[in-house]
Every structure is written in structure tokens, then in C-alpha cells.
């Protein structure tokens, strides 16, 4: 069963950083594409970013609002994911997901979310 | 960036009808399109994926289609549980995008 485990949200000062972590397990997590998606409070969905796996060029992609403030990395050793954030906006405030792409160019499976505020 | 744009935003329908929601793109994306289905508090679920890929688990009466531009989610014989924000999103190319919710309410 697929399994990711987001942590390391928390409250941020403007301008400050942070760097979320999501654990997974269940699938071979080398092969996998990545991806982080966020949820402002009361908002719609918004595609942060994704990694591709090592054999796919490793490359990362990133949405416009925050592409030169966040990356995402990976730990294929720890079958872990990445985003380091940085610059933060109040605007970035919101629930981030992992989610993989393991069958297609979907988001087939999710995280639970871990909630970044964003205030002074 | 490609737009995706979903309708109605929000729908108030009863157990039993037949619902439909349309996600128009701003530009062809062939058949990347898929479909979540989102309660309050959790995570997204995968629904339908490549237009009209039913995921395992997802009842029948859920179903897509469409191609290019235009495509629709059609739920017929809504259960309580179907009661649910669903969002529509492309990934023919990149920066990936959803579309803006439809909230579907009890009447």
C-alpha cells in the first residue's frame, strides 16, 4: 500500500524558510515521479512543482509564483521528497501535499498535508 | 500556462440526479485530463484519469469524457457520498493546472 507522510509544516515569518519532508513507502520510490501540490485555506488546488525520477533526468519542473523561491529535491536512499522553501509570502500560506505519479501523468496517490502558515 | 475552466463552481442537487460538470482548456491538451473528487479535511482522490479512465474502486456511475478543449464528469445517480468538491486538472504540459473547483451541495 502506498504510504506518504508529509511533516515540517508550521507558522513562518515573512521572508522566512522552511523545508517540508514526505516520507513514503509502499512503492519503488526510485522510479517515481514526485510531486508537491498545495491547498490555500478555503481555495482551490495549485500544482507546486514535481521531480522526476534519476532515470528520467531527475529534472524538476516548477508553477510561475513560486519558481527561484522553492525546490524540490529528493533522497532516493531515504525514499524521501523535498521542498525547501524560501522567501516566504503570506499568500504561500496553505495545506501542501506529496503526491506520486506511479501510473501516468496523474496524481494517483496523496499525503495527508501538512499546513504552512505564513504571518507575522 | 494552460487554463483550465471548470462549471458550474457550485451545484445543489439532490440524492438520485444525474450531474454533469464541464472543464473547458485553454488550449488542446488531448487527452491529459483527469478528475478529482475532494471531501472537507482530506486529500484529493483520484477518480479518473486520461479522460475516461475509471481508477479501481471508483464506482460506475462515475464517468468522463470529451477531447481537444472540452471535456465532462458526469455522476449519475448521485449517492450521499458523492457530495464532494471535484476538480478537474491537465497534465499535457507543464506548468500543470486545475481547474477551480465545482462544490456539489445537497439540496
Known amino acids: 500500500e502506498v504510504q506518504l507522510v508529509e511533516s515540517g509544516g508550521g507558522l513562518v515569518k515573512p521572508g522566512g524558510s522552511l523545508r517540508l519532508s514526505c516520507a513514503a513507502s509502499?512503492?519503488?520510490?526510485?522510479?517515481?515521479?514526485m510531486n508537491w501540490v498545495r491547498q490555500a485555506p478555503g481555495k482551490g488546488l495549485e500544482w507546486v512543482g514535481r521531480?522526476?525520477?534519476?532515470?528520467?533526468?531527475?529534472?524538476?519542473d516548477y508553477a510561475t509564483p513560486v519558481r527561484d523561491r522553492f525546490t524540490i529535491s529528493r533522497d532516493d536512499s531515504k525514499s524521501t521528497l523535498y521542498l525547501q522553501m524560501n522567501s516566504l509570502q503570506i499568500e504561500d500560506t496553505a495545506v501542501y501535499y506529496c503526491t506520486t505519479e506511479l501510473g501516468g501523468y496523474y496524481f494517483d496517490s496523496w499525503g495527508q498535508g501538512t499546513l504552512v502558515a505564513v504571518s507575522s | 500556462d494552460i487554463q483550465m475552466t471548470q462549471s458550474p463552481s457550485s451545484l445543489s442537487t439532490s440524492v438520485g440526479d444525474r450531474v454533469t460538470i464541464t472543464c473547458r482548456a485553454s488550449?488542446?491538451?488531448?487527452?491529459?485530463l483527469n478528475w478529482y473528487q475532494q471531501k472537507p479535511g482530506k486529500a484529493p482522490n483520484l477518480l479518473i484519469s486520461?479522460?475516461?479512465s475509471l481508477q479501481s474502486g471508483v464506482p460506475s456511475r462515475f464517468s468522463g469524457s470529451g477531447s481537444g478543449t472540452d471535456f465532462t464528469l458526469t455522476i449519475s445517480n448521485l449517492q450521499p457520498e458523492d457530495f464532494a468538491t471535484y476538480y478537474c486538472?491537465?497534465?499535457?504540459?507543464?506548468?500543470?493546472?486545475f481547474g477551480q473547483g465545482t462544490k456539489l451541495e445537497i439540496k
Open positions: 488550449q488542446t491538451i488531448r487527452y491529459y
Open positions: 521531480v522526476k525520477s534519476k532515470t528520467d533526468g531527475g529534472t524538476t
Open positions: 486520461a479522460v475516461s
Open positions: 509502499g512503492f519503488i520510490f526510485n522510479n517515481a515521479r
Open positions: 486538472q491537465q497534465s499535457f504540459s507543464s506548468p500543470y493546472t
